[in-house]
């Protein structure tokens, strides 16, 4: 399995912005996708933003147009960079990698009103 260690999570204001990282204890070009999910209480893990070993990228309705993953290859790094933040962003945001698939230990995002 793929490790995934994430960090940068917090709380912060509405409007405010914070950038998540995702460290893979393998090389990026051995995966398909990177990318980021989140889970709020009571409701689904839904996919946030994933990326592809070719650079192709797909973000879910709700964060498309704040919202921006990235990646730095030498470092196995993926990051979301999150602006314009709103309440509704508040959740749980866990790390994904395929081949296999493997889950980051999750890290809290609090957006105050």
């Known amino acids: 399995q793929v490790q995934l260690v994430e960090s940068g999570g917090g709380l912060v204001q509405a409007g405010g912005s914070l950038r998540l990282s995702c460290a893979a204890s393998v090389s990026i070009f051995s995966l398909n996708v990177m990318g980021w999910f989140r889970q709020a209480p009571g409701k689904p893990r839904d996919l946030v933003a994933i990326m592809s070993t070719n650079g192709s990228t797909t973000y879910s309705k709700p964060v498309r147009g704040r919202f921006t993953i990235s990646r730095v290859n030498a470092k196995n790094t993926v990051y979301l960079q999150m602006n314009s933040l709103k309440p509704e962003d508040t959740a749980i945001y866990y790390c994904?990698?395929?081949?296999?698939?493997?889950w980051g230990q999750g890290t809290q995002v609090t957006v105050s009103s």
């Open positions: 994904y990698a395929d081949r296999p698939a493997s």
